[in-house]
C-alpha cells in the first residue's frame, strides 16, 4: 500500500510564498524508486501538472506556468518531497494534490500516476 499525505496548504496574498509537503508512506517498501508530481485543480478546471521529480533528481520537470517561480525537491530520508512556491498570483488558486508515478517516469501526464494524495488548499487573495 502507497499513501500519499500532503501539507502546508493555505490562504496567502499575492507575492506571498508557501510551502507544500508530500509524504510518502508505502508499507514494509521504500518510495525511492517511484517519481513524484504535484498537480492542481482548480473549480471548474481539469487537473493540471505542476511539477514532478524522480528520488534521484536527475529528473525535474515544471509547467511553463510555473516556471522560476516554484520549486520541488525531495528527501528520501524523510520519504518526503516539497513543493516551494514563490511570487504566488492569483491565478496559482488551486487543490494541490501529490501523486505517486511507482515506474518512476516524472512524467507531465496525470495518467502515468498510480497514487494520488487527498489534495490540499492553496487560496492566493489580492
Known amino acids: 500500500q502507497v499513501h500519499l499525505v500532503e501539507s502546508g496548504g493555505g490562504l496567502v496574498q499575492a507575492g506571498d510564498s508557501l510551502r507544500l509537503s508530500c509524504q510518502c508512506q508505502?508499507?514494509?517498501?521504500?518510495?525511492?524508486?517511484?517519481?513524484m508530481g504535484w498537480f492542481r485543480q482548480a473549480p471548474g478546471k481539469e487537473r493540471e501538472f505542476v511539477a514532478a521529480?524522480?528520488?534521484?533528481?536527475?529528473?525535474?520537470e515544471y509547467a511553463d506556468s510555473v516556471k522560476g517561480r516554484f520549486s520541488i525537491s525531495g528527501d528520501i530520508t524523510k520519504n518526503t518531497v516539497y513543493l516551494e512556491m514563490n511570487s504566488l498570483i492569483i491565478e496559482d488558486t488551486a487543490v494541490y494534490f501529490c501523486?505517486?508515478?511507482?515506474?518512476?517516469?516524472?512524467?507531465?501526464?496525470?495518467?502515468?500516476?498510480?497514487?494520488w494524495g487527498q489534495g490540499t488548499q492553496v487560496t492566493v487573495s489580492s
Open positions: 501523486a505517486a508515478d511507482l515506474f518512476g517516469r516524472a512524467s507531465q501526464s496525470k495518467s502515468e500516476y498510480e497514487r
Open positions: 508505502a508499507s514494509g517498501r521504500t518510495c525511492g524508486n517511484y517519481a
Open positions: 521529480i524522480s528520488w534521484s533528481g536527475a529528473r525535474i
